[in-house]
T-cell receptor, first 115, second 112 residues
Framework: EAQVTQNPRYLITVTGKKLTVTCSQN?????MSWYRQDPGLGLRQIYY???????DKGDVPEGYKVSRKEKRNFPLILESPSPNQTSLYFC??????????????FGPGTRLLVL | GENVEQHPSTLSVQEGDSAVIKCTYS??????FPWYKQELGKRPQLIID?????GEKKDQRIAVTLNKTAKHFSLHITETQPEDSAVYFC???????????FGPGTRLSVLP
């Protein structure tokens, strides 16, 4: 089954304790992206990757890191989480077409609470 | 960079009525505009999209229209049903084809 998976789905942590949220897709998509979703703000892009070893900042990258060592995986790293990073996080992937990336397939989401 | 506004933020309609959600974008070079539906506790899922060389697209009860001159696009849902209740997001893709900017979302409630 074609899908995007994320782990963990729920996470409670404390300020400053490093954490990683994994994202994996089995559709051989070139493009992967991380979003955070907050009430009234919609989906805001954190980082994206156009292919292996190619990553770039989105609209809200502060406090986050990513890596793309393999095509299928795109982990999101919070080196020192703070309470303002409490949010719902979505990973997404999409194929690359001649016009750019189009249909995005979202993972199930990771709900993070930073105390 | 691109900025996408979306209105209304909430919308309640009676079952069977039509619903219209409107988005405006700022970058005239944006060329692809998808709409996503997010049910409570679920992930966003694409329901319809439109490219800048097309003015209208329909898929059963759902249609999207695009006015490039005015830089706005709209989602139209006809004969609404309770299962249409969800949050709807519009988005615009930048000219380089790399990034989407999403609107803040519209919570649609279809009342039986």
């Amino acid at each position: 089954e074609a899908q995007v998976t994320q782990n963990p789905r729920y996470l409670i942590t404390v300020t400053g304790k490093k954490l990683t949220v994994t994202c994996s897709q089995n559709m051989n998509h070139e493009y992967m992206s991380w979003y955070r979703q907050d009430p009234g703000l919609g989906l805001r892009q954190i980082y994206y990757s156009m292919n292996v070893e190619v990553t770039d900042k989105g609209d809200v990258p502060e406090g986050y890191k990513v890596s793309r060592k393999e095509k299928r995986n795109f982990p999101l790293i919070l080196e020192s989480p703070s309470p303002n990073q409490t949010s719902l996080y979505f990973c997404a992937s999409s194929p690359w077409t001649s016009g750019g990336q189009e249909t995005q397939y979202f993972g199930p989401g990771t709900r993070l609470l930073v105390l | 960079g691109e900025n996408v506004e979306q209105h209304p933020s909430t919308l309640s309609v009676q079952e069977g009525d039509s619903a219209v959600i409107k988005c405006t974008y700022s970058d005239s070079a944006s060329n692809y505009f998808p709409w996503y539906k997010q049910e409570l506790g679920k992930r966003p899922q694409l329901i319809i999209d439109i490219r800048s060389n097309v003015g209208e697209k329909k898929d059963q009860r759902i249609a999207v229209t695009l006015n490039k001159t005015a830089k706005h696009f709209s989602l139209h849902i006809t004969e609404t049903q309770p299962e249409d209740s969800a949050v709807y997001f519009c988005a615009a893709r930048d000219n380089y084809g790399q990034n989407f900017v999403f609107g803040p979302g519209t919570r649609l409630s279809v009342l039986p």
